[in-house]
């Protein structure tokens, strides 16, 4: 992930733990009146009707962009506005100037926070012109006729004029290629107007009430699965309960509220056994489904991909944990998903033994693969619920550390930001037709145990013995806890406790040992951390 490369360019103070909270809001008549208190000092309502104002009618944004852009009010220009106040506009202008769902598809992840994607564009031109700051994302989660993208850059340039002088920009006519590059091509790609917002603002919108079967999968804890039971929804609010269990029989339990933004954008907060913890969804167009991620509110690296049913709606199979099955051995395996009929389809060469449990999401089942099971990804169906698959391998023929590379943070110790730990797991695959690892034809088999330890990554790690300073990686969950932040005594000048690790997974199969290997760094505290990286 790009970071913030000029740490006072946001009051840190402010946006630091800004986050769109699920309480009380307004109707939304009530956003026009305080517009007109609030912001008309320095905007001005344009002829039109119903109501316009200069720059904030002309553009569409996520949830959190609205936020980030009524907070930088705050910040940076001095608006006066209760936090009611914000909560209201941000929930009005993401309902009357939000994104369609296609229009989030593909940038999701920043919402989501995963922090650790890499992001990769065509135009090396956007790369390097707009995506080097922040994330590319935060600006694919926002649409703008061409005048908005112009004022974008003015404002970026008025706001930041040491900009030009910075690596990639002191090597070109920055503001040129911006106004005259950049912004037609910004404007083609995300424009203000488009089909599927005007269809998306004419359909009606299905409330989230009713109970949702959910199905997840945690770095460091593996499979989940159970209900959430979803209430209310005057004013788009819910209140949430989340009753669960992870596959080692621990418990997956706790509740909240929620708020829906633009009629799909799903935000909770919740606290699951005594830990704060934020959902980040979008609901599918019938309303049938909510998909996204589940992460902790202060550690938002520690999360769960999560996908829910609603009960009552077409039969659907959201997952098979565990998602693979060893040709020639026998194993409980559990279907997730909703209305789940009694006619289990596994394919050819699997066999069910024993149904262990059963209810409408939920069916438990021992599994037995035959040796001469086929190999590869099997569609898998209980009834007429289905949409997941198994994935029947013979042996493990290598294996990869996801994610590849990883950022951690050094933090605490007294200071304002927390540290920022990483989490690994091992996924692994099998070798295809042509018998070799790490080859195009290999199939994904799933995450798996490993056995994990951090190396020095270079031979300057090893002489800064980064190993012994970073942090520390637990040898069974892939685990990495990152050491305090502050100057360290006992390093070389004091540094601090930075550092570049190789992280190796090790998987025993068939009594030789499969080691994969990624990279983390271990860097400086996340002084910016605002709702869309
Ligand atoms: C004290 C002056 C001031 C007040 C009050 C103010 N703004 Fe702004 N606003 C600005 C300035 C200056 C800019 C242009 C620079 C920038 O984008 O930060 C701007 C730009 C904007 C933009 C465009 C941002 C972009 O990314 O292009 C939006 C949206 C906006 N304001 C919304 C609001 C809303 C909503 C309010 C009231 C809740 C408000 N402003 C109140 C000064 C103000
Ligand atoms: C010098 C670093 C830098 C570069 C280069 C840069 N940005 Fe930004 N951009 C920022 C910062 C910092 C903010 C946060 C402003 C705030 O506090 O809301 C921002 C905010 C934004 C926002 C959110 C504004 C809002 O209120 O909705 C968008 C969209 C954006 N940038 C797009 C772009 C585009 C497009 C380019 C390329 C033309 C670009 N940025 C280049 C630093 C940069």
Not at 226 to 252: C, H, N, P
Request: hydrophobic share 40%; glycine share 10%.
């Amino acid at each position: 992930m790009k970071n913030l490369k000029l740490p006072q360019l946001m009051g840190g103070a402010v946006l630091a733990g800004l986050m769109l909270q699920a309480g009380v809001t307004h109707a939304a008549a009530d956003a026009e009146a305080i517009i007109k208190n609030k912001c008309l000092a320095c905007h001005s309502e344009e002829q039109a009707e119903p109501a316009q104002f200069s720059r904030m009618s002309h553009q569409r944004k996520s949830p959190e962009g609205w936020l980030m852009s009524i907070a930088r009010m705050q910040v940076m220009h001095g608006l006066k506005i209760s936090d009611d106040e914000r909560r209201t506009l941000v929930k009005h202008f993401s309902d009357t100037q939000g994104l369609a769902p296609e229009e989030t598809a593909g940038a999701r992840y920043a919402m989501e926070r995963r922090l650790n994607t890499m992001e990769t564009y065509e135009s090396s031109a956007f790369e390097e012109m707009c995506a080097r700051c922040h994330s590319g994302a935060r600006v694919e989660l926002q649409r703008r006729p061409a005048a908005e993208w112009e004022n974008l850059v003015h404002f970026h340039l008025g706001q930041w004029p040491t900009l030009e002088y910075q690596a990639l920009a002191r090597d070109r006519d920055w503001m040129q290629l911006a106004l005259n590059e950049m912004v037609p091509q910004l404007a083609a790609d995300l424009p203000l107007k488009s089909a599927s917002w005007d269809k998306w603002k004419s359909m009606k919108k299905v409330p989230m009430a009713g109970r949702w079967s959910f199905s997840a999968q945690m770095p460091g804890k593996g499979d989940a699965r159970g209900v959430m039971t979803i209430t209310g929804g005057k004013r788009d609010q819910y209140k949430v309960k989340l009753e669960g269990e992870f596959a080692d029989g621990s418990a997956l339990k706790g509740q909240g509220s929620a708020i829906v933004y633009t009629g799909y954008e799903w935000r909770a907060n919740l606290k699951i056994d005594g830990v704060k913890m934020r959902q980040v969804f979008a609901a599918s167009a019938d309303g049938a489904e909510l998909t996204g991620r589940m992460f902790e509110t202060v550690h938002d690296e520690a999360g769960m991909d999560f996908t829910a049913v609603r009960e009552g709606s077409a039969p659907k199979l959201l997952s098979v944990q565990p998602e693979f099955i060893r040709a020639g051995s026998t194993e409980v395996l559990t279907l997730v998903g909703t209305g789940l009929g009694n006619k289990l389809s596994l394919g050819k060469g699997l066999k069910v033994m024993e149904e262990l449990y059963r209810d409408d999401n939920k069916v438990v089942v021992q599994v037995k693969a035959s040796k001469d099971a086929a190999m590869g990804t099997r569609s898998v169906s209980a009834g007429k619920a289905n949409g997941a698959s198994l994935n029947v391998f013979d042996q493990i023929g290598s294996v990869k550390v996801v994610p590849s590379f990883a950022v951690a943070r050094v933090g605490g110790n007294g200071g304002s930001t927390p540290k920022y730990n990483a989490h690994f797991q091992a996924e692994a695959w099998m070798n295809g037709a042509d018998g070799k690892a790490g080859t195009d034809d290999d199939m994904r088999i799933g995450f798996v145990p490993a056995s994990w330890h951090v190396e020095p990554f270079d031979a300057q790690a090893e002489a800064d013995r980064d190993t012994h300073f970073t942090g520390k990686m637990d040898a069974k969950t892939g685990l990495f806890t990152t050491a305090a932040a502050g100057p360290n005594p006992e390093r070389r000048m004091s540094t601090n406790n930075a550092g570049n690790l190789k992280v190796v997974a090790d998987v025993k199969e068939n009594g030789k040992t499969l080691s994969a290997d990624g990279q983390l760094i271990v860097t400086v505290q996340r002084w910016n951390n605002p709702p869309l990286p």
